[in-house]
C-alpha cells in the first residue's frame, strides 16, 4: 500500500492557505517535503504540522512558539512536554487577552469622555452663535 503524499496544491487547497504561504514555512525550516525535480511531495506529518502551524497562528501564537511545540513533539512520552508547554502557551496567551481588553475598555471610556466634550463645546458654540444673532 503507498504512503499518502500530498502536492503543495493539495494542501493549499485542503486549508485554504496560498502555496507562497507553505513555502515561506518550508523556508522557516518547519516543513520539509521530499523533491522530485522541481516538485514538493508532502507527508502526512507535514500535512500534520502545517494544520498545527495555522491553528497556532490562529490562537495568536509567534511563529517561534508553533515552531517549538511541534518539535516537543513526542507521541512516545505521550507529548507531556508538548501538551505542558501549549497548556502554559494557552495562559499566557489568555493573560495578553485579558489585558487587551482592559486597555480596549479603557481607550472606550477616555473616546466617551473626548466625545462628550467635543459635543458639550458645539453646543457652546451653537448657543453661542444663537446669542450673536439675537443680538444684532
Not at 491553528?55 to 507529548?79: H, M, V, W
Request: neutral net charge; glycine residues 6%; proline residues 2%.
Amino acid at each position: 500500500m503507498a504512503k499518502q503524499t500530498y502536492s503543495i496544491s493539495d494542501l493549499a487547497q485542503e486549508l485554504d492557505v496560498t502555496t507562497r504561504t507553505i513555502r515561506f514555512y518550508e523556508e522557516q525550516g518547519m516543513l520539509s517535503p521530499l523533491r522530485r525535480g522541481q516538485e514538493r511531495i508532502y507527508s502526512p506529518r507535514d500535512r500534520v504540522t502545517l494544520k498545527l502551524i495555522l491553528r497556532g497562528k490562529r490562537l495568536g501564537f509567534s511563529l517561534a512558539e508553533c515552531k517549538t511545540l511541534i518539535e516537543l513533539y513526542d507521541p512516545q512520552a505521550g507529548n507531556r512536554k508538548q501538551l505542558n508547554s501549549m497548556l502554559e502557551l494557552i495562559a499566557e496567551r489568555r493573560r495578553q487577552l485579558e489585558q487587551q481588553l482592559l486597555d480596549i475598555r479603557q481607550m472606550q471610556l477616555e473616546l466617551d469622555t473626548a466625545e462628550e466634550r467635543c459635543r458639550a463645546a458645539l453646543l457652546e458654540t451653537s448657543q453661542g452663535a444663537c446669542l450673536e444673532e439675537d443680538g444684532s
